[in-house]
């Protein structure tokens, strides 16, 4: 295998979905990420309308260095993981981000109140709908989807060319109507 098939073999894995041929599910999904993604790009937009603030309050207060750095990274991590969440492109890699801010959100609110469920609620539930992304990709209605279909035929990807060759043999041995 040439490195190259070996990029696309890599970059398709990370960029195709675990499908179901169910299309309202698929687009049960399309809805889930698209309001996961919109609605996530506030909460960077908060952080780095005072950072300082933000720094001091959240990320002090669990103890991590470099406060400001990692109120950036954060900030930034949402404002550019929640929009690529939305497009269903490069899912996974946003969902990870997006998980990570997520668990480090849970982490705060465990620390600052114990395990009080009006404080761990929503990054709970933002925390399970980015692990669900983050193991299962984008979907059918996606970016991703799209990319990964034109790597597979760029790539002449075994099973579409055992396809192809499966229909031509059985178009081969159908007898011509007359």
Known sequence: MTTTQ????????????????????????TILRVVAGVVMIHNGLDKLSNIESFAQAYVQVIGLPFPIFFSYVAAYTELLGAPL????????????????????????????????????????LYAACFLFYLVNGAGLFSADALIAGWLDAASGNANAQAIAQAESAYGASQPLAK
């Open 85 to 124: 969440l939305a497009l269903g492109l490069l899912t996974r890699p946003a969902a990870l981000g997006l998980l990570s801010t997520m668990v480090v959100a849970m982490y705060h609110h465990v620390l600052v109140a114990g395990l009080s469920i009006p404080y761990l609620e929503l990054s709970v």
């Open 6 to 29: 070996r990029l696309t073999q890599t970059a398709t894995a990370i960029l195709k979905s675990n499908l179901s041929a169910n299309y309202a599910s698929q687009a049960a999904w």
